[in-house]
């Protein structure tokens, strides 16, 4: 089900780039890497992509996927109302601030902020 290619290409790249883990939001590059697309409206389905921490799907519980799925890679589910970045600091093991300030960091950086 996983197009494990396309994973460890992503990895290489990312190994190129310095860049030790990356978050996916994309429905398309989500079905692109896992060759499924996430079902679950407008629910938010994350693709967490980690040098040391391997691969994890951060879905809504009511985000459907295909069976077999969970025994290829860890499956994170949340509420409607429960933070995806304290799953993130969950996850890294580091605190839900520091997920906030790496995350304002990036878009800093991404969109030319000072």
Do not use: C
């Not at 996916?24 to 409206?41: D, E, T």
């Not at 921490?53 to 025994?71: F, H, M, S, V």
């Amino acid at each position: 089900m996983i197009n494990q290619k396309r994973i460890d290409g992503l990895l290489k790249y990312m190994a190129e780039l310095g860049q030790q883990q990356m978050i996916i939001r994309n429905p398309l590059l989500i079905k692109y890497l896992l060759g499924y697309a996430p079902r679950g409206g407008d629910r938010a389905t994350i693709l967490y992509v980690s040098q040391t921490n391997g691969i994890k799907l951060i879905a809504n519980y009511l985000t459907t996927w295909p069976k077999g799925l969970e025994d290829e890679i860890e499956i994170v589910t949340h509420g409607d109302q429960d933070s995806v970045a304290e799953e993130i600091a969950k996850i890294r093991g580091i605190s839900y601030e520091e997920v906030v300030a790496q995350t304002e960091q990036n878009a800093k950086v991404l969109f030319g902020i000072s």
